[in-house]
């Protein structure tokens, strides 16, 4: 039983480094045929063309493409995504800044999408075509429907501006004391430092963006279980169950959801890439200081390696999240981890 597992696993993670040099192959292209010159940027307007031949010379942007390619992918292995032509810090240093405020928004966001739509998805399956369900499917079209730059501001008019219980944006108020930084996680390290009051202003920060941008994953995750469970409510070892006894609790919770949750997860992994690239625009209605407006502000300006680190970034994520599914599917289906590649 080791070694087909070993096996399965050994395939995994050699398909996701396989994918992960494709996307290394695809940044390097794209960064290299955008119509703007970077060492021009660099230099600035007013730079004569001899200062912007020593710019590229010093950026190696006067090597030819193999050799910058090599540099290139040798960089990205030690960790070295390059260096902004805009805020002349190093990229790496930069998404270790923005990246941690991103993965804790996304965290908490996929945490509420989890937690509520596998639940109301086994509800709305067992109540299926009676008011509960109903409801919940109106919810699920509801959710996915709403724009979410709209829905952010329509929250922060209510229960900042009106109701003043909820701040409007950013992460801390300025006025709180954050805590060491550990993780560069606040909320984490609020708890490391027990620091009661930073963790609490922290979390009512939190609160609004989390809970905008985990619906289109709430909704997905609900619709996706809730088809997947009527599937298997209606085979036939569920029958076979429930004829020899079986308690409804462990048929519903035990039995029919393990197979259930196969396309659930593979949902939750496609989500947890799709939340990472689509932070912009609640991050940019909050002012949450993630890699969506560090992307999209470095965009802007011509500046092509941080828009190419966030781009790594974001695609390494989502193949080890990727990876974890496929991983788990063999968890959950030992079918799948001894059958042949």
């Known amino acids: ?26 940044t390097f292209v794209v960064s290299n045929v955008a119509p703007s010159d970077p060492a021009a940027l660099a230099a600035g307007p007013d730079a004569t063309p001899e200062m912007v031949d020593t710019v590229r010379r010093e950026y190696g942007l006067d090597k030819p493409l193999p050799e910058q390619f090599v540099r ?27 990246f941690p405020a991103t993965l804790e928004l996304v965290l908490l966001s996929m945490l509420l999408g989890v937690g509520l739509g596998v639940p109301f998805g086994m509800l709305s399956a067992v109540m299926k075509n009676r008011a509960p369900d109903h409801a919940t499917r109106f919810v699920a079209v509801s959710l996915v429907a709403l724009p979410a730059f709209w829905f952010g501001i329509l929250l922060q008019l209510a229960f900042s501006v009106w109701l003043e219980w909820l701040p409007t944006s950013g992460r801390l108020e300025v006025s709180t004391l954050p805590p060491p930084p550990v993780t560069n996680l606040l909320l984490l390290d609020s708890l490391i430092a ?37 599937e298997v409510l209606s085979s036939d070892y569920i029958t076979a169950a429930r004829a020899h006894g079986v308690s409804p609790w462990r048929v519903v919770c035990v039995h029919a959801l393990r197979n259930a949750m196969l396309p659930t997860l593979a949902m939750i992994g496609l989500r947890w890439g799709w939340m990472l690239g689509s932070t912009v625009l609640v991050e940019t209605v909050f002012d949450w200081p993630g890699i969506g407006l560090y992307a ?5 300006a011509g500046d092509f390696k941080p828009v190419m680190g966030v781009t790594l970034l974001i695609g390494l994520n989502f193949m080890v999240a990727n990876l974890i599914v496929d991983l788990l599917y063999g968890v959950l289906d030992p079918r799948l981890r001894t059958a042949r590649a």
């Open 194 to 230: 027990g620091q009661w009051a930073t963790f609490r202003d922290a979390s009512a920060h939190a609160v609004l963006p989390a809970l905008v941008l985990s619906f289109p994953c709430l909704a997905s995750i609900l619709r996706v279980n809730r088809a997947e469970m009527i």
């Open 1 to 26: 039983m080791i070694l087909p597992w070993l096996g399965y696993v050994a395939r995994r993670v050699a398909l996701t480094g396989l994918m992960l040099f494709g996307l290394v192959c695809i």
């Open 72 to 98: 290139y992918v040798t960089g990205i292995v030690v960790g070295d995504f390059g260096r902004s032509l805009v805020s002349t810090r190093t990229v790496a240093e930069d998404l270790s800044r923005y």
């Open 296 to 300: 999209v502000s470095s965009a802007i």
